[in-house]
């Protein structure tokens, strides 16, 4: 698919050529306000799987050298608060392995500690301000640019516009009249210059439109609009399926660190569970404290292994979560998701969502955001390095190819012009427009660029210019 610079119109019938004209036109308008974002997103994207495919979210791997027996998660959480005595203690991450430390989330004055504390001798190895990790950075470019919720409605406009360009761009690629699929699939690495840049401009565009397509819908799920007013009210796991059980009024998202997702987006906006009744299951034996190390006992007797987490309730009904799923870089398979609630007063356990309970949405949402960032093991991190490189070198071209062809004289646009054909132009432009309304903030956008094409662009001669 080409950003800024199409193959030649197809020898074909006015009404074929009427609409690959519209469909440039198109696919121009929405790479002038995608490309930017697109790049930014690629960038970012390399940044967050080297963390989340060859090192850890945290930073760089801490190692431990394995001992016979491990500390008390108790002991270790006092060494903790040795080191911090007015911090308050906010969530356990069990080992992922005999070699790998015990993390302790805590809260200390106006910043998220993460510390790594040697599971057999309770040493302290690493501190780590959470929120501001190379990782945690990228992630917050990556959804809202640094600028909250006006950033993340603009990478929204550009996510959906960038569908927009991949239906466009296959249309003008698409082998048809002389074009063999074999020009489309393999790059002419024999060309030179723009024509260079034009054929592996449109192979690799034309290789990654599927994978593109599906990371941007599953970008797209974690969007202010169309994402959580739309997709996840009928995506999420409904706590009406645990019965009698007491639900607080907050979510599952109120365990998500500030600005950065770690609970599943099935259960985000699921309510959670309330302490304080004598509902449940049995869970904590009556001869053992409710605490962090009777919590932890039961995780492990609940089948819970290596790397999970225990989330230490923060309020008077809070209660402590369990978890082990692939959003938080627990486990390489989506459908190991498991969360469970138990109740801090009686060590009842209240509820549990596994991915079979995740309605069908969530789960291919759990797959899909899986594969999004590269949670899958090393193959899964490797093809998110090519994925990202490869959508790099996407926008890349396309500004070269857009460079090269554009036409003498400072400031003007390049832009291709309006079909002739008014009732053609008028169908091409439905279509573009249905595909894009499916995402209401992408859709407003186009329906303002096409009213200001109709007014204004098309009526000024500076702007206009051949297809070739």
């Avoid at 955001?369 to 790099?392: E, K, P, R, T, Y």
Wanted: charged share 15%; aromatic share 12%.
């Amino acid at each position: 698919m080409s950003f800024f610079a199409p193959p030649s119109p197809p020898a074909a019938a006015p009404l074929a050529r009427g609409f690959y004209a519209t469909a440039w036109r198109w696919h121009f308008y929405a790479g002038l306000y995608v490309v930017p974002f697109l790049l930014m997103l690629a960038l970012t994207g390399l940044v967050m799987v080297f963390f989340t495919g060859f090192q850890d979210r945290l930073g760089w791997t801490v190692k431990v050298v394995p001992q016979a027996e491990a500390q008390a998660v108790t002991v270790q959480a006092q060494a903790v608060f040795t080191r911090f005595p007015q911090a308050s203690l906010k969530e356990y991450v069990a080992p992922r392995g005999p070699d790998a430390p015990s993390w302790f989330v805590v809260k200390h004055q106006d910043t998220t500690e993460a510390i790594a504390v040697n599971p057999y001798t309770a040493d302290i190895l690493k501190v780590v301000d959470k929120e501001h990790t190379l990782f945690a950075w990228a992630e917050r470019i990556h959804g809202t640019l640094l600028i909250g919720d006006v950033g993340d409605r603009l990478i929204e406009v550009a996510a959906g516009l960038g569908i927009v360009m991949i239906v466009s761009g296959l249309y003008l690629w698409w082998p048809r009249g002389d074009t063999a699929w074999t020009q489309v699939l393999v790059p002419n690495l024999r060309a030179r210059g723009r024509a260079w840049w034009k054929s592996l401009h449109a192979s690799v565009g034309f290789w990654l439109s599927a994978v593109l397509l599906g990371f941007l819908l599953t970008g797209l799920s974690w969007t202010g609009v169309w994402g959580s007013q739309l997709m996840q009210p009928w995506g999420s796991f409904p706590d009406t399926k645990w019965d009698n059980v007491p639900t607080s009024d907050a979510t599952h998202a109120s365990l998500n660190p500030d600005g950065l997702h770690e609970v599943p987006w099935g259960l985000e906006q699921t309510r959670l569970p309330a302490s304080g009744s004598t509902a449940g299951t049995p869970g904590v034996p009556a001869d053992q404290p409710v605490n962090l190390d009777g919590v932890a006992r039961l995780a492990l007797t609940l089948g819970f292994t290596g790397q999970h987490h225990i989330q230490v309730p923060q309020a008077a009904d809070g209660v402590y979560t369990l978890s082990a799923d692939s959003m938080s870089g627990d486990l390489r398979n989506p459908w190991g998701d498991r969360t469970l609630h138990v109740d801090r007063y009686t060590g009842r356990v209240l509820a549990e969502a596994r991915f079979a309970d995740y309605p069908l949405m969530g789960k291919v949402m759990a797959v899909g955001i899986a594969l999004h960032q590269g949670d899958l093991g090393l193959w899964s991190a490797w093809l998110n390095v090519l994925f990202c490189s490869g959508v790099a070198f996407l926008c890349v071209s396309g500004t070269v190819m857009w460079w090269k062809r554009r036409p003498a004289g400072a400031g003007r646009l390049a832009a291709p012009p309006v079909p002739q054909d008014t009732a053609r132009w008028k169908t091409g432009a439905l279509v573009m427009l249905v595909t894009s309304l499916a995402f209401p903030l992408s859709g407003a956008v186009l329906l303002g660029v096409l009213v200001l094409d109709w007014l204004v662009v098309s009526r000024l001669p500076g702007v206009k210019t051949a297809l070739s």
